[in-house]
């Protein structure tokens, strides 16, 4: 056996998986789980279309290159229900010096966004920027804002670049969920597996406990 590069990411226990990580057997499974979780106590038709926007929304995932895409819900004291998503897509990277890469996509998105920061994390420098939008669920209804935060870590094995994107309609808990990201970002790592074909790279994606920080949080 040879011995290959292997990224290592660990997602909390409050995400819920699409299946981009599967095949096409097991992303319907997830997405049917998902569907039954958020229509628990409706009808078969509201899960049924439920499962169908979730389904759409993997392809999305799945045609931009994410290999992973998860959505977490938390109940709010006021009966709110706070959600948020986070997907998983590696890209090329021009070098791979990490510093030299992280330095490049810094100044680049300093001319598209006014909220960018350079932060280290175990995985080494980690790119982060904050982004804006809005989303008009029908037409004359009111537009919901969306808020999108990257963390953007290079690669220097695979030069490859890393990005991992947390959006949410929930303003209120952006500042719990910027947290999240950050756990999220702090579990990446490379690897060295045995691999029996020697080639390739794996992306290896695990739920990580963090029910603790998650209580802490959100109170």
């Known amino acids: 056996m040879k011995n290959s590069t292997q990224l290592q990411i660990e997602i909390p226990d409050g995400f819920h998986t699409l299946g981009l990580e599967g095949d096409d057997a097991y992303r319907e499974d997830c997405i049917r789980e998902m569907a039954d979780l958020v229509w628990s ?30 959505v977490c819900f938390v109940g709010m004291d006021d009966d709110r229900i706070s ?6 897509r590696l890209d090329d990277a021009d070098a791979t010096d990490a510093d030299i890469v992280a330095a490049g996509l810094a100044e680049a998105l300093s001319h598209t966004t006014t909220e960018v920061s350079t932060v280290r994390v175990p995985a080494g420098p980690c790119v982060v920027s904050f ?12 537009p919901l804002g969306i808020a999108r935060v990257d963390a953007q870590i290079p690669v220097p094995s695979r030069a490859q670049l890393l990005t991992l994107s947390l959006s949410t309609p929930s303003l209120t808990e952006l500042p719990v969920y910027v947290n999240m990201l950050r756990l999220i970002a702090e579990t990446v790592a490379i ?8 080639s390739g790279a794996e992306v290896v994606t695990a739920q990580h406990d963090v029910a603790d920080e998650m209580r802490s949080t959100f109170g």
């Open 41 to 70: 106590e409706g009808t078969d038709l509201q899960r049924d279309t439920m499962a169908a926007v979730y389904d759409e929304m993997a392809a999305t995932f799945a045609e931009d290159g994410a290999f992973y895409a998860g």
């Open 83 to 88: 959600t948020a998503s986070v997907v998983a």
């Open 131 to 142: 982004h804006g939008s809005e989303w008009v669920p029908a037409e004359g209804a009111e």
């Open 191 to 198: 690897v060295e597996a045995e691999s029996p074909s020697g």
